[in-house]
């Protein structure tokens, strides 16, 4: 969140305007990203409910008619580093730098670029099934899946959100994605899925 950058001069009238147009419609998607970084159900709606007060607090920093539901996701993701994930149990941070350098290629990033998670490796399966293994991934992983293939945005909005360059998004999209697909082989064969077919294959 860039507090300071573009200040714009809204009345009150008009902060109460741009924040019901622009951000309370977006409201769904921000508890969804919330609850898969937490686990947590109040987790999820205190994170919500302090991205929002953030917002508003900040409001003036936001040019309406950009794009709102980037700038919030940036927010939530900003208040969870900061404010959250010490509270959650999840697992210590892992240095990803030696994964993404790994993954880090040109070949790589055009893998990434033609790989539709939603086409090759969720086709035909059970949601609860896609939920607990994307919640199984480290949490630097599953918010890219949750930013690329959940909620639909470009890697240059996710570079924003996630304050890293667009090479290191396409790398972590990547890695997840082959995660991902790792642990829904698992569950496909608990439910007789060949996982041979092409809908799972690597």
């Given at each position: 969140m860039s507090e300071t950058e573009m200040p714009t001069a809204y009345t009150d009238a008009e902060k109460y305007r741009v924040f019901d147009k622009e951000f309370?419609?977006?409201?769904?998607?921000m508890y969804n990203f919330a609850f898969r970084l937490t686990n947590d159900e109040d987790d999820a709606n205190d994170l919500v409910q302090d991205t929002y007060l953030k917002a508003f607090r900040f409001i003036n920093s936001f040019e309406e008619g950009t794009n709102a539901k980037a700038w919030l996701f940036r927010i939530l993701?900003?208040?969870f580093i900061n404010d959250f994930r010490k509270k959650t149990k999840e697992p210590s941070k892992v240095d990803y730098q030696d994964v993404e350098?790994?993954?880090?290629?040109e070949e790589d990033a055009e893998t990434t670029q033609t790989t539709d998670l939603r086409v090759e490796t969720v086709?035909?399966?059970?949601?609860?099934?896609?939920?607990?293994?994307?919640?199984?991934?480290p949490v630097d992983f599953r918010t890219?899946?949750?930013?690329?293939?959940?909620e639909g945005f470009t890697?240059?909005?996710m570079a924003?959100?996630?304050?890293?360059?667009?090479g290191t998004v396409r790398s972590r999209l990547h890695r997840a994605r082959m995660l991902l697909k790792d642990k829904l082989k698992t569950y496909a064969k608990s439910l007789g899925y060949d996982t041979n077919a092409d809908t799972m294959a690597e």
């Open positions: 309370m419609p977006h409201i769904d998607s993701k900003n208040s350098t790994t993954y880090n290629s086709q035909d399966m059970i949601g609860d099934e896609i939920a607990n293994a994307l919640n199984a991934l890219v899946i949750i930013l690329c293939d959940v890697y240059e909005e924003k959100i996630l304050d890293i360059p667009i």
